[in-house]
């Protein structure tokens, strides 16, 4: 097994090992729970095709494997056997060159276990779904040793202790989900959806790549938790560019606007990539990260105010346009985005524990939502459209069953996860007094349930509109995809009550706390103790009642069980007035940032490529290619003199030495 | 003899200067030879005339002279062989024509 090469890891690390052998063995799995996965990829990716259809064996056999190593490394940290501010090991000097050494280190903490349980479940379970989605697909050894790539670049974000190996995963992340993308790179939306996607991404990265340089500037080291020890000392400019750089690459990574454009598109890809990438993992890193460099945010609460900003922008920009996509990926999509919007808005106002709390319970019930989502759209075919779907909950009832309690769980209905994590979002936002965060959060709040009902209805409620040769071959999914729907419906229910209680004294605010009391300290925050009967009680009532009005306008308009959705209403209302035509409108358009980038981007940024172009052309290589010419030009000029004949050069002789000789006559006689 | 050094150095200019003239001007590679041939000639009749002139050299710039002559012997030999050599590949002993080489 591993042992610290490198010495003076950390203090606690050396205390313990002064004192008891345990933490020491137990960090020594952190390694390992990192190589599973790498190794899984490279096998598969060597022998995958040759293995043909078992290939998917050793990957799911990995994963489960570090899925274990996991839980134990996450029971450990959370009863404190890390000790308080966690643990870490270095492995070895990755880069020593002079001042700027960077190690390849892990470090494991509370929010690190946090994400590892949200990681490695999440991954297990989108694996044996996988293996039953991508049954009849030839690519599937692919898949799986992507999936296993993805693995570990996502564990090693997570884990990294330094911000140059987050940079380094940040990008391998991005990699895997280009890769996965555009899995069937044969059609051509799909290759495209995987460019935009790392494009936009890449933007992102760009700030966060600018904000690491200036931590290493002007704190002098890369490491983590020595960069936030050096924080405090710096000027209040530095540190707020530090955090809006940061920010940006959290930005693109977690498809906030402006970088959102990106996720939607992303749903080209096959289900289980959704599920696991675009839903659970990969776009939670922008969270984990801010989450993460909390001490740099706690020094400028204008950032966080910036923060707070997008997030919730983003929440309600991408509700509206949930209202009225009918490609139920989409859907799910944009209820992501949305989603994700609260976890910024949250880590924007200071209540990084709520945040973290949406995080986990996001990941467990929307990958539930998408994964039930691609049974259906397994059962239905291929279909993905919910205008030609309905009425399918007697046919596939598990799938049913678990997206009816993902969707309960994402509208924030009381006592199912998301009422805990969303609610207290919320009522943290209020009582920080940010009461504009608080009124938008509502009204996405009311939002969310309304979409999710509408797609629920569409989808599973009312007569059906199932495509009639279709319609006899719907069919439940096998055992390994309705598996892992079945067991993450269990934490969609029961996260919220096992975490989020008692109120006010949470057992994830009591994990969690360490990690950000400094922060909280920074921002001058006391606690106060939870009121039910009071401001507490006022705020749970009021995000309640906002969820169950959207729930039942979702349900009156769309459908529930046996009864029909009333799509004359709908029209109805869309069709109303002025405005509703254009918000209508709007949402189906996104807005019309698609187009809005493709005209500054495609047609105008093409025009100022194509102006660069013909200078570089004309201009440059002109500059060039002329000075060749005139080189050649000369030559040829030149080469004239050489006749051949031996009188022209003897001539060339007698000139020169009657000049010569007349010129030193000349010179001498003065 | 003439008394004064100019006359013999007059002389011999224009002795190179015909020399120099025919070995520009002619285009039989033979004629070429007989003007380098004149040219040394004339460059050892100005060797020779210092050499009577100017008391300080005793009389030894006639060795001077003689290697000339010796040298001039050797590269006649030379040249005229090549010229001959030429002269059968070529068929024409005018320079001009020598023109394989060229571009």
Not at chain 1, 535 to 540: E, P
Request: charged content about 10%; overall charge neutral; glycine content about 10%.
């Amino acid at each position: 097994m591993f042992q610290p090469l490198i010495p003076g890891v950390s203090p606690v690390l050396a205390a313990a090992a002064a004192g008891g052998a345990a933490p020491d063995s137990l960090i020594n799995l952190v390694p390992l729970i990192l190589a599973i996965p790498l190794a899984g990829f490279v096998f598969t990716a060597f022998f995958g095709r040759r293995i043909g259809r078992p290939a998917f064996v050793l990957p799911l056999l990995g994963v489960s494997v570090t899925w274990l190593l996991s839980m134990v490394v996450v029971y450990h940290a959370l009863t404190g056997g890390f000790g308080e501010h966690g643990a870490g090991i270095t492995l070895w000097r990755w880069i020593a060159a002079g001042a700027f050494n960077v190690d390849v280190g892990f470090f494991v903490d509370q929010l690190t276990a946090c994400l590892l349980i949200v990681v490695t479940t999440i991954g297990l379970l989108v694996h044996l779904y996988s293996v039953g989605y991508m049954a009849h697909d030839p690519g599937r050894w692919r898949f799986f040793a992507y999936l296993n790539l993805f693995m570990f670049s996502m564990l090693l974000l997570v884990l990294a202790d330094n911000f140059l190996t987050v940079f380094a995963a940040w990008e391998l992340v991005g990699l895997s989900s280009y890769l996965l993308i555009g899995f069937w790179y044969g059609r051509r939306s799909a290759a495209l959806a995987a460019k935009k996607a790392f494009i936009v991404n890449r933007v992102g990265d760009v700030g966060f790549a600018l904000g690491i340089m200036l931590i290493w500037v002007s704190t002098g080291t890369l490491n983590m938790r020595e960069a936030f020890d050096r924080i405090a000392g710096l000027d209040h400019g530095t540190i707020l560019a530090i955090a809006l750089l940061v920010f940006c690459g959290a930005v693109g990574k977690s498809a906030q606007f402006p970088l959102h454009v990106w996720l939607p598109d992303a749903m080209e890809g096959p289900t289980p990539v959704s599920a696991l990438i675009h839903a659970a993992t990969m776009v939670n890193a922008g969270v984990y990260l801010v989450a993460r460099t909390n001490p740099i945010f706690s020094h400028v609460p204008e950032a966080m105010v910036v923060v707070a900003a997008i997030g919730i922008f983003t929440a309600i920009l991408a509700a509206s346009i949930a209202f009225t996509q009918t490609d139920i990926k989409r859907v799910l999509a944009y209820s992501t985005l949305s989603q994700l919007g609260y976890m910024f808005a949250a880590l924007g106002v200071g209540a990084y524990v709520a945040a973290i709390f949406h995080l986990m319970a996001h990941g467990f019930f929307k990958g539930l939502l998408f994964l039930g989502s691609g049974s259906v759209i397994h059962a239905v075919h291929d279909e993905q459209d919910m205008n030609r779907m309905g009425a399918l909950w007697r046919k596939i009832p598990i799938t049913h069953w678990t997206m009816l309690v993902g969707a309960i769980a994402i509208a924030g209905i009381p006592p199912f996860a998301g009422f805990f994590s969303k609610d207290e979002i919320l009522g943290e936002a209020f009582k920080l007094n940010f009461g504009w965060v608080w009124a938008i959060g509502v009204v996405v709040a009311g939002m969310t349930a309304f979409y999710m009902w509408r797609l629920m209805g569409k989808t599973f409620y009312g007569e059906s509109h199932v495509d009639p040769a279709v319609e006899p071959k719907i069919h439940e999914s096998t055992w390994t995809m309705t598996l892992p729907l079945v067991l993450l419906a269990i934490p969609s229910m029961l996260l919220g009550l096992a975490l989020g209680l008692p109120f006010g004294d949470s057992m994830i605010t009591r994990w969690l706390h360490p990690v950000f009391a400094g922060a909280e300290e920074t921002l001058g925050r006391t606690a106060e103790p939870f009121a039910l009967f009071g401001i507490d009680g006022a705020l749970i009532l009021a995000s309640v009642a906002v969820a169950s009005i959207g729930l039942v306008a979702g349900i009156w308009l769309f459908g529930f069980f046996r009864r029909n959705g009333r799509r004359q209403t709908v029209e109805m209302i869309t069709a109303s007035s002025g405005a509703t035509r254009f918000l209508y409108r709007a949402s189906l358009n996104k807005w019309w940032f698609d187009d809005l980038n493709h005209l500054l981007f495609i047609v105008i940024g093409g025009r100022v490529a194509n102006a660069l172009w013909w200078f570089d052309r004309t201009v440059v290589d002109g500059t060039v290619n002329a000075v060749g010419r005139i080189t050649v030009d000369a030559g040829g000029g030149l080469r004239r003199i050489q006749t051949g004949h031996v009188q022209n050069y003897a001539l060339g002789i007698a000139i020169g030495l009657i000049i010569m000789a007349g010129s030193y006559l000349v010179i001498a006689s003065r | 003899m003439s008394q004064s050094l100019d006359a013999y150095l007059v002389v011999s200019g224009i002795l190179f200067a015909i020399g120099s003239f025919g070995f520009l001007a002619r285009r039989n590679a033979i004629s070429m030879l007989m003007s380098i041939e004149l040219m040394l000639n004339a460059v050892n009749l100005t060797i020779v005339a210092f050499g009577a002139f100017i008391p300080a050299l005793n009389g030894t710039a006639s060795v001077i002279a003689l290697m000339v002559m010796a040298v001039a012997a050797a590269e006649a030999t030379v040249g005229l062989a090549i010229v001959m050599a030429i002269y059968r590949n070529r068929r024409t002993p005018l320079v001009d024509e020598y023109d394989a080489m060229r571009q």
